[in-house]
């Protein structure tokens, strides 16, 4: 049954709705910005809810759910796991005019500008904002999605570190714990270094010597795929110094409950002006004790007929506004929908490419839609969404170590580690305003530095 925690469903009957459809990154954040927008200007807003609408009832802060996949806190319960990484809805929308609806939405109506739940409700809106996200994607390949665990949700990451310690306490001292990892993006090298920590904070508590032998795969050329030249090479040499073997331009074929078989990809197709050589593909089964998948993402969907533009990967497609791109004749069904984070397929202008789905970006585009459905709530042009050249980002590599960009300056070790603590402060704070938010976040630093 769907449950209307922190509202009455009438209440948003009686006034135009402003629904955001998921209350991630994205999400959050166009919520929270609309609703800084409307203490600045009340009188737009007089007609109208802020209405977030969620299937989970917190916010997920996915940049730590490595850390929680790999703690070796004894205290750690499932519990006290959710709190450390997730912000309830109910603190974030408190001593706001936000109202949260917890409930799975199941079709969008664009012709009769309504929302359906599960359980049959549905909601009208003025303006909709998709902020649904992604989910895991395994390109097809046969026995990934039932042999291994994806890194995605809280409850993937609470499993992988049941699994972790229930395989790790079959082991007799001297065996090997292989674990084996699909994607080589930040996912899959965060949680393969920050398992050399837990292993060895197991090894210490139990006393014995159980060796941990993760390897990386990846069909591209190198690890962490379209970043820099300096961040992969650091985190190349990191991983090494952990121990964790990286199979770049190696492709999974198959999986099954025992084994991940693999070829080598071929070359990526040479510039130079020599011909291209014939590829004789390398074939290699690599068994393991957990499979770990982080090989990608696609966007998250819910039925809206057909009138949707989509991309091949499932992505809705904006104009530059972030307003939806309709199919079909009647480019006015998508006028008031807007399109934000991993859902959305904006092309960046200058570089011609799709926005990367990042955190940031969700969070940059969230703003730019909610100063502009108060402007098109006040009758006024709406502005184009202007991406920065880059995005800051951070990239932890086991311990207390991580590399992090911010502008032009880049940095890696600890001081790149106590960067991703205070951008993880940021985001609580942004998200709730309660300085409250800083006792949590020592509390949940003192939890997952334990393995370091
Ligand atoms: C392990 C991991 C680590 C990451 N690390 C980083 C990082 O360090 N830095 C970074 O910038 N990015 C990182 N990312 C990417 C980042 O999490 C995403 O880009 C970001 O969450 C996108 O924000 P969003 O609002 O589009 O979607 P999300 O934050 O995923 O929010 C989507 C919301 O929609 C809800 N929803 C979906 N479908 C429905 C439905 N039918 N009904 C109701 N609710 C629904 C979901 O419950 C969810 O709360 C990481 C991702 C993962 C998985």
Not at 103 to 117: C, F, P, Q, R
Not at 156 to 179: C, M, N, P, Q
Not at 226 to 232: E, H, Q
């Amino acid at each position: 049954m769907v449950e209307y925690g922190i509202m009455a469903i009438q209440s948003i009957t009686q006034k135009k709705n402003i629904i955001i459809l998921g209350a991630g990154f994205g999400g959050s954040a166009c919520a929270r910005t609309l609703e800084d927008i409307r203490r600045a200007h009340p009188t737009s807003f007089q007609d109208f809810n802020i209405v977030l609408i969620d299937k989970k009832n917190y916010y997920l802060y996915t940049p730590a759910l490595y850390e929680i996949a790999t703690t070796a806190a004894d205290d750690a319960t499932p519990l006290a796991l959710k709190r450390a990484v997730g912000i309830p809805l109910e603190d974030i929308v408190a001593h706001t005019s936000i109202k949260f609806v917890q409930g799975n939405v199941t079709h969008v109506d664009l012709t009769s500008k309504n929302i359906s739940l599960e359980d049959g409700t549905t909601i009208p809106y003025e303006y909709l904002v998709y902020a649904i996200g992604s989910e895991p994607t395994y390109f097809g390949i046969p026995g990934v999605k039932e042999h291994a665990i994806s890194l995605k949700w809280l409850e993937d990451a609470i499993r992988i570190r049941a699994e972790v310690k229930r395989k790790y306490d079959t082991k007799l001292s001297g065996e090997k714990l292989t674990v084996v990892i699909g994607g080589a993006g930040p996912a899959g090298i965060e949680v393969a270094a920050e398992l050399v920590g837990y292993i060895a904070k197991l090894n210490q508590k139990t006393r014995k010597t159980i060796l941990y032998s993760p390897t990386i795969i990846d069909g591209g050329a190198r690890v962490l795929p379209g970043f820099d030249d300096f961040t992969v090479k650091k985190a190349t040499a990191r991983l090494i110094s952990l121990g964790v073997t990286i199979k770049c331009g190696f492709v999974i074929t198959r999986a099954d409950e025992k084994a991940v078989y693999t070829k080598s990809a071929p070359p990526a197709p040479s510039t130079a002006a020599t011909p291209p050589q014939e590829h004789v593909p390398v074939e290699e089964v690599l068994p393991y004790d957990l499979f770990i998948w982080g090989g990608g993402v696609q966007a998250s969907s819910i039925p809206s007929g057909d009138c949707l533009a989509k991309e091949k990967r499932g992505r809705i497609e904006t104009n530059q506004c972030l307003t939806c791109a309709a199919t079909g004749e009647n480019l006015e069904i998508t006028k008031n929908a807007f399109a934000i984070g991993d859902v959305a397929c904006f092309i960046d202008g200058k570089t011609k490419r799709a926005m990367p789905g990042t955190a940031q970006v969700a969070v940059a585009e969230a703003k730019a839609v909610a100063y502009n459905i108060h402007q098109s709530i006040e009758g006024k042009p709406q502005a184009p969404f202007v991406p920065k050249s880059s995005y800051l980002f951070v990239i932890p590599v086991g311990g207390k170590y991580a590399i992090a960009k911010i502008g032009p300056l880049r940095f890696s070790g600890f001081s790149g580690w106590v960067f991703a603590q205070l951008v993880e402060l940021y985001y609580f704070y942004s998200v709730t305003r309660n300085p409250a938010i800083i006792r949590r976040w020592w509390r949940d630093i003192k939890i997952f530095t334990r393995n370091d």
